[in-house]
């Protein structure tokens, strides 16, 4: 299955197992059963794939019984392990840890060294979801050593962004940032774009931590590429935003403006009037903030007109009030007695 990211949380899930990825060599020896064991444990994968979650846990059960029936102990750690999974992506982690503690148990039994790194990046992660940041290090850390023993470069990917996550929430951004540009170079390597995304996002939001603008602008920059080569016009509207928020910080007002204006033509293209309304808001801040109070004017007439649109009596008011006050601050006050 593919690999992916929990958006929310930032953390890289790596692809769960598929069973003739680790057993194809004794496909051979397996009795019917198993077989059909191992194709049910294959659509429960592909339920966990489209986030069909519920449909995998009921999916997942019926396996593990079956395995335990027929004493397949790596089919039921691969199993418990996908139920971890399905769990953390759930948001129950205490169920999440409880599964994966029994598939690491299993998978070191078997010496299944897959299941085995992908049952301790589940624990990692579940326990960073729980504050524990000490066993989050822990299990992570573990995860990263068996990535490197089986040279699996995704898995250590994962494991070092993973890392950089804990750190951060610690508060240890430094750190954090240590492990980010780790996994960063891996995602570059492996030509992962969607991993290199996120990686670049985690990495931006560790800098801006740090009040670091320059590095912050320097990240987004490059996750804007990302988006456009994806075609990606609403992430690429939310990244310019970030960018112009960090440009502004930085004093580079006209660089804000080129950004606010690039997502102000995406949220039109996308017919998205609320980050149109957004946009125009930002802009006329800004314009009136450089004393450019003609080009404030008409981000606050244009944001004026989506208001009367959508009947939004409370941000007309608010509107209007405003372009009062920047009328008589230019000294027009005919203009401003028009906003009545």
Do not use: W
């Not at 982690?93 to 897959?114: F, G, K, N, V």
């Not at 320097?218 to 804007?224: D, G, V």
């Amino acid at each position: 299955m593919a690999d992916f990211f929990d958006s929310y949380r930032g953390t890289f899930v790596p692809e769960t197992e598929r069973t003739t990825d680790v057993r194809n060599s004794k496909a051979a020896s397996f009795s019917t059963r198993k077989a059909e064991l191992d194709q049910l444990l294959e659509k429960a994968i592909e339920q966990y794939q489209i986030r069909d979650y519920p449909s995998a846990l009921k999916t997942f059960r019926h396996v593990l019984f079956g395995y335990r029936e027929v004493h397949d102990l790596q089919g039921e750690g691969m199993t418990l392990s996908g139920m971890g999974l399905a769990f953390y992506a759930l948001g129950q982690y205490q169920e999440a840890i409880a599964h994966s503690y029994q598939a690491l148990a299993m998978a070191r039994q078997t010496m299944d060294r897959r299941t085995e790194r992908q049952a301790l990046g589940n624990l990692g992660n579940a326990y960073r979801h729980l504050n524990n940041f000490e066993k989050a290090i822990e299990y992570k850390g573990q995860t990263l050593v068996v990535a490197r023993e089986i040279q699996d470069r995704r898995g250590e990917m994962a494991a070092l962004n993973n890392l950089g996550m804990v750190y951060k929430a610690m508060g240890d951004c430094e750190q954090a940032i240590a492990y980010y540009e780790q996994s960063l170079r891996l995602a570059k390597e492996l030509h992962d774009l969607q991993v290199e995304g996120q990686v670049l996002r985690n990495l931006g939001n560790a800098y801006h931590a740090l009040e670091n603008g320059q590095k912050t602008v320097e990240c987004y920059e490059q996750l804007l590429e990302i988006a456009r080569q994806q075609s990606d016009l609403s992430t690429e509207g939310q990244i310019l935003k970030n960018l112009a928020s960090a440009c502004y910080s930085l004093g580079d007002c006209n660089k804000a403006i080129t950004y606010h204006q690039l997502r102000l033509a995406i949220a039109r293209t996308l017919r998205d009037r609320r980050n149109e309304d957004q946009a125009l808001e930002s802009l006329g801040v800004i314009y009136d903030a450089m004393g450019d109070y003609a080009k404030a004017i008409e981000c606050y007439e244009q944001r004026l007109a989506i208001a009367q649109s959508a009947q939004d009596k409370d941000l007309e008011r608010q509107l209007l009030t405003s372009l009062r006050n920047v009328c008589y601050a230019v000294g027009d006050f005919a203009r401003a007695n028009s906003y009545e």
